[in-house]
């Protein structure tokens, strides 16, 4: 009778102790977290009604890992149906453009740039460590990526980041807006639904507006 | 002095007389409904507890109770802004929730195959504050003091069978609040039934 007894109480706590959302239920949906610079947007000013022209890379996504030495994606790179990197290089440059922006060459002096990335096994939320500025940050927008400190884990991030030219003080330009959508890795339909996060990242961002 | 050397005197006095048995151990399902739904809200069945009592006399025992409880909760998909940013994602709230009391216990009736029951625990409570979005968590931990008064009930098959239920409500007031998560400390109401098993 008590070792029925005792089996009873081992099976209640094997039973509880499982217990977590379906992995299913969790991969619905991207995870969009976008900050800006509140130096620079706020309610006495906001940089971007001063902007008028951004440049952005046409057909290369950034790329950082600790798994690959490669530091951009082209699109063959991913292979999906229907396209991903540009895809997604075009869905931003539409956001912007809506909000009255206007896509320049390199040549052209914009007045920012906006980078895309793919962070690979790299943690950020709440973890990142981003400088308020790129130093070095040179020219065109090679891929400048944030100080981020590795705490190893399998997630795959994309990063969306508007760099202030314009305004930037000798070599230092400031990172005005970014964006995190992840993980990459876990979601069901990843091209619909990083296309989603995109523009949801815009959407949750109405200070992204030349007026 | 003198309440507790009556107190004392009373109990002593009482031990002569027939009791429930020496001692019980239980295990117990256990619905628990949150009265406090900031965090979750849902109706939980994913809950047991087991205990022991030792029945001192006629009227009183005392007893010890472990549980543990897992609630959780979805919440849609919706954005959420802060000073310099916001972010958009659905969540599901989960909380771990394990509990150590003590408790007094008192028997409204003794002899019979019904032995009803109130009593009025108190301990520490241990909550594991997740909350599941996409791949990540989000953590929190706290432990806070338990308080649980309950109404409930033993049932014998027959007389001096070693087995027997156990059926009570009890509501649990715990201080376990979290800043980090903004939660309050938690209250919920609990249903057991169980089994009961009786040394005499």
Redesign the interface.
């Known amino acids: 009778?008590?070792n029925s007894?005792l089996t009873?109480?081992g099976l209640?706590?094997l039973?509880?102790c499982g217990?977590?959302?379906d992995s299913g239920?969790?991969?619905?949906?991207?995870?969009?977290?976008?900050?800006?610079?509140?130096s620079v947007i706020s309610s006495s000013g906001n940089v971007f009604n001063t902007y008028n022209t951004f440049v952005i890379r046409e057909d290369t996504i950034g790329f950082v890992s600790n798994r690959s030495n490669a530091t951009y994606l082209i699109e063959s790179d991913f292979n999906i149906t229907g396209g991903y990197a540009l895809p997604i290089i075009s869905l931003a440059k539409q956001n912007l453009g809506v909000r009255g922006f206007t896509p320049v060459a390199e040549d052209d002096s914009p007045d920012f740039a906006v980078n895309i990335a793919v962070l690979n096994n790299f943690t950020f939320?709440q973890t990142i460590t981003y400088p308020g500025f790129y130093p070095g940050y040179f020219g065109f927008y090679g891929y400048y990526f944030p100080i981020v400190n590795t705490y190893v884990s399998?997630?795959t991030t994309m990063v969306i980041e508007i760099v202030d030219i314009k305004n930037a003080t000798g070599n230092q330009y400031r990172i005005v807006w970014k964006a995190f959508i992840?993980?990459l890795?876990?979601?069901i339909g990843l091209r619909e639904k990083t296309l989603e996060a995109v523009d949801?990242a815009f959407g949750?961002?109405p200070y992204i507006s030349k007026d | 002095m003198r309440s507790i050397i009556f107190l004392t005197c009373f109990l002593l006095s009482a031990s002569a007389v027939a009791q429930v048995a020496e001692s019980g151990f239980h295990v117990t399902w256990s619905i628990m409904v949150p009265t406090y739904k900031e965090y979750v809200g849902n109706t939980s069945t994913n809950n047991f507890r087991v205990g022991f009592t030792r029945f001192l006399n006629e009227r009183f025992g005392f007893g010890i109770d472990g549980g543990y409880a897992v609630l959780d909760d979805y919440v849609p998909r919706q954005t959420y802004t802060y000073p310099g940013g916001a972010i958009t994602t659905d969540m599901f709230n989960y909380m771990y929730y394990y509990t150590l009391t003590g408790s007094g216990k008192y028997f409204f009736i003794h002899d019979g195959l019904v032995v009803p029951y109130v009593a009025l625990g108190a301990g520490a409570s241990f909550t594991d504050y997740t909350i599941y979005y996409n791949a990540y968590t989000e953590v929190d931990e706290k432990f806070g003091f338990l308080i649980r008064p309950e109404l409930g009930t033993y049932f014998r098959f027959e007389k001096y069978s070693a087995l027997g239920l156990k059926a009570s409500v009890t509501w649990d007031y715990t201080t376990n609040k979290s800043d980090h998560i903004d939660v309050k400390n938690f209250s919920g109401l609990g249903f057991q039934i169980g089994l009961v098993l009786f040394s005499n």
């Open positions: 009778m008590r007894f009873v109480v209640l706590s039973y509880g217990l977590r959302p239920e969790l991969a619905r949906d991207l995870v969009v977290q976008t900050q800006y610079d509140q939320f399998d997630y992840g993980d890795n876990t979601i949801q949750q961002s």
